[in-house]
C-alpha cells in the first residue's frame, strides 16, 4: 500500500509568518500533488510536481510556494500566512510516467489554523 | 457550472439501507471516474477507480458510471455505521493529473 505521510496533523500559526507543510510517499511515486480543502468548495490543487525540481501552479497558486528537491519529499511553503489561508491541506501522489493513469494516495492531511 | 457536481447531503439512513450517491460531469473528455471515503479529520482514501462506463463491484460497494448521461453512482449494500463518512466524486481524462473532484456527500448511517 502506498503510504503518504504529513509531518503535521494540526498546525496553529499567526498571521505573516513563514509556514513549512511537508509530506514524504514511500512508493517511490514521481508525481506529488497538494490540494486544500474547505467546506463547500471541495478540493482545489494548489501546486504539482512530476520530478524532483519540477513544479507545474494547479488552479490556485497564490500565496503558495513548493519545493521538490528529494523523490520522495515536497513541501508547502506559505511565504506570509493570511487569514483566509486557514484550511485542511492534503498531499497526494501518483505512479508518474508518460501515460500516468494512476489515481491520487492522499495522505491524512495538516489543518492549518492562522490567527 | 462546476465540471462535477455533487450533492453535499447530508445523508441519513437507517443500518442496513441501499445508499445511493450520485454526482454528474460536464467534461465528456472524462474517462477516469473515482470514489472516494474520507472520515472526520482524514484524508480521502480511494474506495473505487474506473475506467469509462460500466459497472465495478467490491464488495458491498458497486461503482456505476453511464458516460451517455454523464451521471455517476455509488451504490452501498447493507450499509453500517462505519460507512458514515464523507464520499468524495471524482472525475478525470488523465488519472492522476487534473483531476476533478465533487464537494462531497455526507453519509450517517444510524445503528
Known amino acids: 500500500d502506498v503510504k503518504v505521510t504529513q509531518s503535521s496533523r494540526y498546525l496553529v500559526k499567526r498571521t505573516g509568518e513563514k509556514v513549512f507543510l511537508e509530506c514524504v510517499q514511500d512508493?517511490?511515486?514521481?508525481?506529488m500533488f497538494w490540494y486544500r480543502q474547505d467546506p463547500g468548495l471541495g478540493l482545489r490543487l494548489i501546486y504539482f510536481s512530476y520530478d524532483v525540481k519540477m513544479k507545474e501552479k494547479g488552479d490556485i497558486p497564490e500565496g503558495y510556494s513548493v519545493s521538490r528537491e528529494k523523490k520522495e519529499r515536497f513541501s508547502l511553503i506559505l511565504e506570509s500566512a493570511s487569514t483566509n489561508q486557514t484550511s485542511m491541506y492534503l498531499c497526494a501522489s501518483t505512479l508518474g510516467g508518460d501515460r500516468d493513469n494512476s489515481p491520487l494516495h492522499f495522505g491524512n492531511g495538516t489543518r492549518l489554523t492562522v490567527t | 457550472q462546476k465540471e462535477v457536481e455533487q450533492d453535499p447531503g447530508p445523508l441519513s439512513v437507517p443500518e442496513g439501507a441501499i445508499v445511493s450517491l450520485n454526482c454528474t460531469y460536464s467534461n465528456s473528455a472524462f474517462q477516469y471516474f473515482m470514489w472516494y471515503r474520507q472520515y472526520s479529520r482524514k484524508g480521502p482514501e480511494l474506495l473505487m477507480y474506473?475506467?469509462?462506463?460500466g459497472n465495478k463491484e467490491d464488495g458491498r460497494f458497486t461503482a456505476q458510471v453511464d458516460k451517455s448521461s454523464k451521471y455517476i453512482s455509488l451504490f452501498i449494500r447493507d450499509s453500517q455505521p462505519s460507512d458514515s463518512a464523507t464520499y468524495l466524486c471524482a472525475s478525470s481524462n488523465t488519472g492522476g493529473f487534473k483531476t476533478i473532484f465533487g464537494a462531497g456527500t455526507r453519509l450517517f448511517v444510524k445503528a
Open positions: 512508493m517511490d511515486h514521481e508525481n
Open positions: 474506473t475506467y469509462s462506463s
